[in-house]
Every structure is written in C-alpha cells, then in structure tokens.
C-alpha cells in the first residue's frame, strides 16, 4: 500500500496528544451512563439542587449525589452553596453544546 506522506504528515500533525484523547475519551466515559445524561438533560433546563434532580428523575438523594461525584470529577458540573443547600449547574457551554449534539445526532434519520 502506498503511503503519501504529504497528507500523512498533514494529518499527523492534526491528530490529538494522548492525553487529550484519554481525557476526552474519559469525559465520553461519563456520558456514557443513562442516569448522568438524565442529570445533564436536567441541568440543561436550569440550575437545581439535588433534592429537585433527586424528585425530577425519581431517584434517591444518595443515588443522586453519587452521580453528581461523578460528573463533578469529570468537570462536567459544577456546583454553589445556598445555605445548607447545594445547587448544580452545567460547567459551561461546552457540556451543554455536546449534550445537545449528541440528543441531535440520535435524532436524526
């Protein structure tokens, strides 16, 4: 097989580092559960406590805060105190963007 090595080059140089990869890859690693996408999907909405994602998602609280350990590790959300209350928003833009590019790509034909 022939190799060009113009547009290998080309593309070589384009290719992610290792590390990005594994962190991108572990950050798909997350989104890889149905109830952190459920949570993301809620928080896509507007910012909540865990006692509202507990109530919407019709989980426990403990469940709940496990899956937002997750996320939060992962910088997928993040999170301010109000008070003994807790509330969750979308880290930025970007989760918010690859969320809603992923529900786009299932649902199109």
């Given at each position: 097989m022939d190799v060009h090595e113009i547009?290998?080059?080309?593309v070589r140089q384009k290719v992610v580092?290792?590390?990005?990869?594994?962190?991108?890859?572990?950050?798909f690693k997350a989104l890889s559960d149905s109830t952190r996408v459920r949570i993301i999907s809620a928080?896509?909405?507007?910012?909540?406590?865990?006692?509202?994602?507990?109530s919407v998602l019709d989980m426990s609280?403990?469940?709940v805060s496990h899956q937002l350990?997750?996320?939060?590790?992962?910088r997928l959300v993040?999170?301010?105190k109000e008070g003994r209350r807790v509330f969750y928003t979308l880290d930025d833009?970007?989760?918010y963007d690859l969320f809603r590019q992923g529900?786009?790509?299932i649902r199109h034909e």
């Open positions: 547009p290998i080059d080309v580092d290792e590390m990005t990869a594994a962190r991108l890859a572990d950050t928080l896509a909405e507007r910012e909540l406590c865990v006692h509202d994602l507990a609280h403990s469940a350990g997750t996320l939060r590790e992962m993040k999170y301010h833009d970007h989760i529900i786009e790509h």
